[in-house]
């Protein structure tokens, strides 16, 4: 457009400036990389909204659910969260 009409133009380019500065301040950035991670994080945090049925679970993908879950946001080792640990 600054061709065909120099303030439309400017404008336009303004606009776009900040824009891409409003973005940038408020914007946010995905901490995963893969969409297997995407998976992964939405299954942790939501799991029982990911089901077909809401009411049920499935008992052994629950466990690697929570396991998961406390690894990641606790940071505890994976091979010390098991049932028995648990239960002592």
């Given amino acids: 457009m600054v061709?065909?009409?120099?303030r439309i133009g400017t404008a336009g380019i303004?606009?776009?400036i900040c824009c891409l500065w409003l973005s940038?301040?408020?914007?946010?950035?995905?901490?995963?990389?893969?969409v297997r991670e995407v998976v992964e994080k939405m299954t942790r945090e939501n799991y029982l909204k990911?089901?077909?049925d809401p009411t049920t679970f499935n008992k052994t993908e629950i466990?690697?659910?929570l396991i998961?879950?406390?690894?990641?946001?606790?940071?505890l080792e994976k091979s010390g969260l098991t049932r028995e640990a648990t239960f002592r």
């Fill in 14 to 16: 303004i606009i776009s």
């Fill in 50 to 52: 990911s089901r077909r």
């Fill in 63 to 65: 466990e690697a659910v």
């Fill in 68 to 75: 998961n879950w406390f690894a990641e946001d606790l940071e």
């Fill in 3 to 6: 061709f065909f009409s120099g």
């Fill in 24 to 34: 940038s301040r408020f914007g946010k950035e995905f901490d995963v990389k893969t």
